[in-house]
């Protein structure tokens, strides 16, 4: 886990599903990279044709409703995004966002479309370069850093099992 | 001690005193995947090296989603689920012809009971509190590691109860009670939390009606929905629960973070409306002219729902615009629609029947919807897009309104086509 990122920023709204992320018919798959090719297909489909890597998403509340379809967390990796923001995460897609490494940071702030943000999240701490106002965030539980730290819940239960 | 159901469950698997926020490794009682969630678990599985088996009694494996095999991809995924349960033999595995949807299978198939902890790749896997369980559900990558494993980390949630007293009008049911709670609360009204259910109401509907209700919950965020086990659940389990379990209560003195109160009396059939489940309109408002109409999945596919749909539809025909798709939810329901002579109500009317699948839920199959089209159906989730393209609209109702709206050709409340009794 990086502990520090620099990325442009894609605003979403409140109650982003996992429908939207990823929709059913491509759940024929577990691959990130073939996933990220229809993320937010139905909602956005500009964005898999310009999402750089590095790229961070800013949602509102309950971001990742719905499915429990970890291929949602996926498609964003494969799409490179590093990390995701929210005013609330949907528990699956947390849980997911943890256990596959994809900070799902809980923080309200304004952000426009393109906005670079500097997120660091041992400090806790985003800046938006691009306006320069800056947030602070409630750290991880500690049971979730011990994973992303190791690099993703296989490698826990990994260590957990050859122990 | 004054422990809600999910904490003292928590606190039975811990061995030890749990409180709300506090994150807990447990052990589990089963662990469930879905031909679409199970692939990607069996590849993290195997990342993982020769050395490490699964528990294989605590895994379940049930194809729903995407069989029989729509094409080659989703026969590939098929195929990896067979293969999975081949090398490690493990015996709980549905094939086609022998299941239905995952939810109602664990059910009826007795890995469902009372006090028992169980996880599954699948968002509705929070139906199971309907039995007293304390049930959710969870991502691939984790399901690999409860194989490994057979435990995996929870955040002990806070609790809500809602009490709901009182008798349903006629035509309202299980469906209407958790599209009014979630239209009051909003899609998040639960997030991260456990609901539990109290009063008159929950204590005399059927079991199937409480399934719906604890399958729902996720649409208003929470992490399980819990009804206190009684001699309906007992009744149900007796000859088909394995092993023993252990009813789990809350303590009489139990606190709750909030509590909700409703009045039965005040409800009526209720439709939500795209593209949010909280997005509800009692149906007698809704009106609006509808090109699909969906009976089926584990909110809804139930015996008893195709019981209610087909007394409506006796002896009349779907609109002539509406074509009628119904889908029970296992083999077990379609045995018993067939020998009841409900097909034969079904057919008349001109419904289409399918075999026991996900069907239309989620738009990745049979009953997908064109640009502009709308379907009322007995599903659970209307985002945008759920049911085909992301022009078309789903809009989210009982059995008795989707029946009743399909021959009416728009979305009505069940009272305004008179039934046979």
Known sequence: MKNKMKGRAWRFKDNVDTDQVIPAEYLITGDPKELSKHVFEKVRPDFAGSVKVGDMIVGGKNFGCGSSREHAVRALMGAGISCVIAESFARIFYRNSINLCLPPVECTMEVKNGDLLDVDLVEGRIQNLTDGRLYSFRQFPSFAILIMQRGGLMRYVEDSCTE | ?421
């Open chain 2, 1 to 421: 001690m004054r422990q809600t159901i999910a904490e003292r469950i928590f606190t039975k698997k811990c061995g030890k005193i749990v409180v709300p926020g506090e994150i807990v490794e447990a052990d589990v009682d089963y662990v469930m995947v879905n031909d679409i969630t199970g692939l990607p678990a069996f590849e993290e599985f195997e990342k993982l090296g020769k050395k490490i088996k699964p528990i294989a009694n605590k895994i379940v494996l049930i194809p729903d989603h995407y069989v029989p095999n729509k094409d080659v991809p989703s026969a590939k995924q098929a195929f990896a689920m067979r293969e999975f349960a081949r090398k490690y033999s493990i015996k709980n595995y549905f094939e086609v012809g022998r299941g239905g949807i995952c939810h109602q299978i664990m059910i009826e198939s007795g890995f469902v009971a009372p006090g028992r902890l169980i996880v599954g790749a699948d968002s509705h896997t929070c139906t199971y509190g309907a039995l007293g369980a304390f049930a959710t559900g969870i991502g691939s990558t984790e399901a690999a590691g409860v194989f490994a494993m057979g435990k995996l980390w929870f955040k002990v949630p806070e609790s809500q109860k809602v009490i709901i007293e009182g008798n349903l009008k006629e035509y309202v049911c299980g469906k209407d009670i958790i599209l009014n709670i979630i239209g009051d609360i909003g899609v998040d009204g639960a997030i991260y939390k456990s609901m539990e259910f109290y009063g008159s109401t929950i204590k005399n509907l059927p079991l199937s009606d409480r399934i719906t209700i604890s399958n729902m919950c996720i649409e208003a965020g929470a992490k399980t929905g819990i009804i206190p086990p009684d001699e309906k659940v007992f009744n149900y389990l007796s000859g088909r629960v394995r092993g023993g379990y252990d009813p789990i209560l809350a303590d009489a003195d139990a606190t709750y973070l909030e509590n909700f109160h409703y009045a039965a009396k005040d409800m009526v059939p209720m439709v939500a409306k795209p593209y949010l489940p909280s997005n509800v309109i009692p149906a007698s408002e809704c009106g609006v002219e509808i090109d699909q109409a969906y009976l089926g999945s584990c909110t809804n596919g139930r015996i008893e729902d195709l019981r209610t749909a087909a007394r409506i539809l006796k002896g009349r025909k779907v609109h002539q615009n509406v074509r009628l798709i119904v889908v029970p939810a296992s083999k077990d329901v379609y045995a018993r629609a067939m020998r009841e002579g409900i097909f034969e109500i079904f057919l008349e009317s001109d419904a289409f029947i399918s075999g026991p699948t996900c069907g239309a839920c989620l738009g990745g199959y049979m009953g997908v919807l064109a640009p502009g089209e709308k379907c009322v159906s007995t599903t659970n989730r209307n985002f945008l897009g759920r049911m085909g393209d992301a022009k078309s609209e789903v809009y989210l109702a009982s059995p008795a309104t989707v029946a009743a709206s399909a021959i009416e050709g728009r979305i009505v409340d069940p009272s305004e086509v008179k039934h046979e009794k």
